[in-house]
Nanobody
Framework: QVQLVESGGGLVQAGGSLRLSCAAS????????MGWFRQAPGKDREFVAA????????YYADSVKGRFTISRDNAKNTVYLQMNSLNSEDTAVYYC?????????????????????WGQGTQVTVSS
């Protein structure tokens, strides 16, 4: 049984930071590229960041580039999203996802439809 469990969300003031974690079980974690996506109320789910299976390649949405950092620890089966300089537009439910993909093509890693497994999400609320 595959499980992706996000944690680390919460309420933070604008300009603050949060670190999200996503612990995976039931998969061979190092075989999977990992992504973070988010969905704000009334909006579609959107790509935030992705990391290749090895961690050598990372990709970011333009809206978070320079503020967010994705990383992974294959020994701990965990992917992280460090979020700095948060603003109200970052308020959303954040989801991690796993894609059984050993390449590093960005077009694949930013596409929601390519991901095989999803977590239940964690709420991030940024107050202004």
């Amino acid at each position: 049984q595959v499980q992706l469990v996000e944690s680390g969300g919460g309420l933070v003031q604008a300009g603050g930071s949060l670190r999200l974690s996503c612990a995976a079980s039931g998969i061979t974690f190092s075989w999977y590229a990992m992504g973070w996506f988010r969905q704000a109320p009334g909006k579609d789910r959107e790509f935030v960041a992705a990391i290749s299976w090895s961690g050598d390649n990372t990709y970011y949405a333009d809206s978070v580039k320079g503020r967010f950092t994705i990383s992974r620890d294959n020994a701990k089966n965990t992917v992280y999203l460090q979020m700095n300089s948060l603003n109200s537009e970052d308020t959303a439910v954040y989801y991690c996802a796993a894609d059984r993909y050993s390449g590093s093509y960005s077009g694949r890693l930013v596409a929601l439809s390519e991901y095989d497994y999803w977590g239940q999400g964690t709420q991030v609320t940024v107050s202004s």
